[in-house]
């Protein structure tokens, strides 16, 4: 998948904060789309928040 909104998270995936350093944990094409047919019906998240899962 192609970063198009996100390209800041994308090239910082870590963000210090009150519980000290964290780092986003991308979840796989195949899981979003499982994400997807359960919680919208099989049509496609928007995608920013594809990108968001994705990064």
Known sequence: MEIE???HLNNHP???G???LR????????EI???ESIYNGGNPFPKALR????T
């Open 5 to 7: 909104y996100l390209k």
């Open 23 to 30: 780092t986003l944990k991308p979840i796989s094409m195949d």
């Open 14 to 16: 870590s963000a210090s």
């Open 51 to 54: 990108e968001l899962l994705y």
């Open 33 to 35: 789309i499982c994400l």
């Open 18 to 20: 009150l519980g000290g």
